[in-house]
């Protein structure tokens, strides 16, 4: 009896019982790129409706998952160990997962690349994956030395962004200077922009058949196309710009290839 229940202990710390990971659901599309790049693929019991769409960046990955609508019945029927969003499903239900037993785990704001490798290794020890997650933060991309060049980001519907986005942490990775000077996202700046014309648009989301494009969008100002004109344009890929991952520094990286490509 003595040996059997030795045995037993020696089972269950085994390396086999040691590597035994959560099984997870992701709400969102950003969630879903954690999920998909840190977790295996044995722990995932559904992703977000969206993990599919053009928008999600780890999208081939997804082929073959289950994927389940972000409400509480759904998810529970699944009995995942946790449920990972950043702004999927109802906030409420929160709480409800955890009285059922399932961990509820939050992506946190992230505006630069520390934030972006912070987010990244907390949601790979939550799934198991630390290690994979140090992987990953490790090969980021270091930043490009500064060009000097100035840059304004561009989108259908007439929005930039400013000082604390995730896009101006991405242009200086890249060794540019935003030609946005205000916080956050707002309208560009047109009347800025004639006087003070950027080398580099950086434009996003006109491909998008689902991006809403205002007819009437400062986009389509020909004080922007002035502004532009000898500007040189790169192609942003829209889907690392959606969530505050380690593949934020990869399309830094990919910027500044395209600019130099350009000269």
Not at 222 to 230: F, H, I, R, T, V
């Amino acid at each position: 009896m003595m040996r059997w229940a030795l045995l037993f202990l020696l089972t269950l710390s085994s390396p086999a019982a040691a590597e035994v990971r959560p099984t997870v659901v992701s709400l969102d599309y950003c969630a879903d790129q954690f999920v998909l790049g840190l977790a295996d693929r044995e722990q995932v019991r559904a992703l977000s409706k969206d993990s599919v769409r053009p928008f999600s960046y780890l999208r081939s990955r997804a082929e073959g998952l289950p994927r389940v609508r972000s409400v509480a019945e759904d998810v529970i029927a699944l009995q995942p160990d946790i449920v990972v969003r950043s702004w999927g499903g109802d906030a409420r239900a929160l709480a409800f997962y955890e009285r059922m037993g399932i961990r509820t785990v939050q992506i946190g704001y992230a505006s630069d690349m520390e934030g972006a490798a912070r987010v990244t290794r907390e949601i790979g020890t939550v799934l198991g994956q630390a290690a994979r997650a140090e992987a990953l933060i490790a090969s980021m991309p270091p930043a490009v030395p500064a060009t000097g060049q100035s840059a304004l980001y561009i989108t259908p519907g007439g929005v930039t962004a400013g000082e604390g986005t995730m896009v101006d942490a991405i242009m200086h990775r890249a060794g540019l200077e935003n030609a946005a000077t205000g916080a956050g996202w707002y309208s560009l700046p047109l009347e800025t922009l004639v006087t003070r014309r950027p080398a580099v648009a950086l434009t996003a989301f006109f491909g998008f058949d689902d991006y809403a494009f205002d007819q009437w969008s400062s986009a389509r100002h020909p004080a922007l196309a002035y502004a532009l004109k000898d500007a040189k344009v790169v192609t942003m890929t829209e889907s690392r710009l959606t969530c505050p991952a380690w593949f934020v520094a990869d399309e830094a990286r990919d910027v500044a290839v395209a600019l130099e490509s350009a000269q």
